[in-house]
T-cell receptor, first 114, second 113 residues
């Protein structure tokens, strides 16, 4: 089946630093990937749609200059949390879509900003 | 995407069938029903999807009403490992695509020994 790999699975960083999260489609090409954020005991919140070779589309209320998305190839999208603060601590999840598989999700990245 | 509504939580005895309902009364004719589940601190896992016919795979069965306004996910013999949050989603099409998916609050299924 379609596999999406997300790395790292967890990261701790200091306030003010930047963190990059990678999302790879391992056995298929994904022209579109999606980034979600999930706070404890809440549902997934869509942050942005990542399009290969073009700018990402951000959901209302998501700061595009803070959450930088790059989708440089058909198998890789990255999310960079810039100048991270404790309120950015969350569970970040990516997904990609493949025909007949629906959406496949990465295993998520637990970000803790201290 | 059509809005879906699910009960916030359900309990099920281990070994029994778990029946998880979902209402999608505003579903359009070209929208499919998808089910995912999320085990704690993991990414959502695809379970099953369908358009109007009932579907079955190795994980579950999906029953869609004739008017397509609601559906039920059935886990035939629930195990402790099925404890998770189950999300029902509707989206256009069956192809790998570009339509964003938004999640509701889902149903927290607790399988009890």
């Amino acid at each position: 089946g379609a596999v999406v790999s997300q790395h790292p699975s967890w990261v701790i960083c200091k306030s003010g630093t930047s963190v990059k999260i990678e999302c790879r489609s391992l056995d298929f090409q994904a022209t579109t990937m999606f980034w979600y954020r999930q706070f404890p005991k809440q549902s997934l919140m869509l942050m942005a749609t990542s399009n290969e070779g073009s700018k990402a589309t951000y959901e209302q209320g998501v700061e595009k200059d803070k959450f930088l998305i790059n989708h440089a190839s058909l198998t890789l999208s990255t999310l960079t949390v810039t100048s991270a603060h404790p309120e950015d601590s969350s569970f970040y999840i990516c997904s990609a879509s493949r025909e007949n598989y629906g959406y496949t999700f990465g295993s998520g990245t637990r970000l803790t900003v201290v | 995407d059509a809005k879906t509504t699910q009960p916030p939580s359900m309990d099920c005895a281990e070994g029994r069938a778990a029946n998880l309902p979902c209402n999608h009364s505003t579903i359009s004719g070209n929208e499919y029903v998808y089910w995912y589940r999320q085990i704690h601190s993991q990414g959502p896992q695809y379970i099953i999807h369908g358009l109007k016919n009932n579907e079955t795979n190795e994980m579950a069965s999906l029953i869609i009403t004739e008017d397509r306004k609601s559906s039920t996910l059935i886990l035939p013999h629930a195990t402790l490992r099925d404890t998770a949050v189950y999300y029902c989603i509707v989206r256009v099409g069956n192809s790998g695509g570009y339509q964003k998916v938004t999640f509701g609050t889902g149903t927290k299924l607790q399988v009890i020994p």
